[in-house]
């Protein structure tokens, strides 16, 4: 968090690349929480949803 304590709130949202990469961050959270539970993911391919197994979902949690 002390990184965006040099940036106001609308400087942050004007740039996105926080925003990008706390998003991006709760997905593969999501992804790797999914995997640890030997659950599914969803996913869109092709205009088609599709099932990903989990020990097809090759991710790593990072800090």
Do not use: C, Y
């Not at 998003?23 to 949803?49: F, M, S, Y």
Request: no cysteine; hydrophobic share 45%.
């Amino acid at each position: 968090m002390s990184e965006t304590n040099d940036k106001d709130i609308p400087a942050i949202f004007a740039e996105h690349i926080l925003i990008d990469q706390g998003i991006q961050k709760a997905i593969n959270r999501a992804v790797w929480e999914h995997k640890q539970l030997g659950n599914p993911v969803a996913a869109w391919k092709d205009g088609k949803v599709v099932w990903i197994a989990p020990e097809d979902l090759d991710i790593e949690l990072l800090p």
